[in-house]
Antibody
Framework: QVQLQQSGAELAKPGSSVKISCKASGYTFTSYYISWIKQTTGQGLEYIGYINTGSGGTNYNEKFKGKATLTVDKSSSTAFMQLSSLTPDDSAVYYC??????????WGQGTLVTVSS | DIQMTQSPSFLSATVGDRVTINCKAS??????LNWYQQKLGEAPKRLIYNTNSLQTGIPSRFSGSGSGTDYTLTISSLQPEDVATYFC?????????FGAGTKLELK
């Protein structure tokens, strides 16, 4: 079955960076793009962007340009998202999700990022 | 960006009730509208894609309808396991945007 397994919770200091991983299994990795979504109590769900798992090409929501960097390692069927220059506003649960013509299909379990000094 | 206005934000209903949740887009999204269910502490699960197509494995009491800017998720007979937050997603054009969610509880 399709699974997206994300890395564990992160506690980071303001100004630092974190890198979250999303390992896919149960399907051909390059069949779907991987998207990233931010969830907070205040702002709800926000689309960050996607990466083409075949070419490595990316598309970002303007709001997250400069904040998020998406990469992929096809050899390990893993997508990554790096968040830089962290502030408390970046504290959230971040999800990866497979993206196809039918929108976001399968989601990872989420990674909690807490930014605090 | 396309704004998705979801209503109601909170819904209390009884087992067996017919429940409807609505999403209104700020412009035509050509039926590229999905519905998701999120239970507490879990990842979202897709229920409906492209307005009215039922995801494999989802009970048939869930259905979707709509066109243009207005879309509806219907639960024909509410079950206890349907307690969750529901939200819509438009994937017609980027950036993809979500409704704010409807928290569904049992009365």
């Amino acid at each position: 079955q399709v699974q997206l397994q994300q890395s564990g919770a992160e506690l980071a200091k303001p100004g630092s960076s974190v890198k979250i991983s999303c390992k896919a299994s149960g399907y051909t990795f390059t069949s779907y793009y991987i998207s990233w979504i931010k969830q907070t109590t205040g702002q709800g769900l926000e689309y960050i962007g996607y990466i083409n798992t075949g070419s490595g090409g990316t598309n970002y929501n303007e709001k997250f340009k400069g904040k998020a960097t998406l990469t992929v390692d096809k050899s390990s069927s893993t997508a990554f998202m790096q968040l830089s220059s962290l502030t408390p506003d970046d504290s959230a649960v971040y999800y990866c999700a497979s993206l196809g013509a039918r929108g976001f299909a399968y989601w990872g379990q989420g990674t909690l990022v807490t930014v605090s000094s | 960006d396309i704004q998705m206005t979801q209503s109601p934000s909170f819904l209390s209903a009884t087992v067996g009730d017919r429940v409807t949740i609505n999403c209104k887009a700020s412009q035509n999204i050509n039926k590229y509208l999905n519905w998701y269910q999120q239970k507490l502490g879990e990842a979202p699960k897709r229920l409906i894609y492209n307005t009215n197509s039922l995801q494999t494995g989802i009970p048939s009491r869930f259905s979707g309808s709509g066109s243009g800017t207005d879309y509806t998720l219907t639960i024909s007979s509410l079950q206890p396991e349907d307690v969750a937050t529901y939200f819509c997603l438009q994937h017609n054009s980027g950036p993809y945007t979500f409704g704010a969610g409807t928290k569904l509880e049992l009365k």
